[in-house]
């Protein structure tokens, strides 16, 4: 197998992981919920996103933590407490020229 392939390849299947992970943590209707309520206020501690939410803490963590590995959302620590944002970067990032052109032949 030719090496310029092989290199090409694994950068276009880290590509597609980086996205499956961005696309499966939006496919999830309590997340969104989530994605929501920190759009709405702008910045959410988690304290307060688990009344909001109705969602036990536990619970609220998991989906969290999704968001987090596909960097939606950004935390900030202060104190005993975790403040979350938008990453907006990467939200605006999604279905931007670079994943339009994953699909786009010349």
């Given at each position: 197998m030719n090496k310029d392939f092989q290199?090409?390849?694994v950068s276009l299947q880290h590509t597609?992981?980086?996205?499956e992970r961005k696309f499966k943590a939006l496919a999830d209707e309590r997340r969104l919920h989530i994605?929501?309520?920190i759009t709405r206020q702008k910045e959410v501690c988690v304290c307060d996103l688990s009344d909001q939410l109705d969602l036990p803490q536990s619970k609220?963590?998991?989906h969290l933590k999704i968001l987090m590995d596909a960097e939606l959302i950004?935390?900030?620590?202060?104190?005993?407490?975790?403040?979350?944002?938008?990453?907006?970067a990467e939200l605006n990032?999604?279905?931007?020229e670079?994943?339009?052109c994953l699909f786009r032949r010349d």
């Open positions: 290199m090409t390849d597609f992981s980086k996205y994605l929501n309520e609220l963590s998991y950004e935390k900030e620590t202060r104190g005993t407490w975790s403040y979350y944002t938008l990453n907006h990032h999604l279905l931007s670079e994943l339009c």
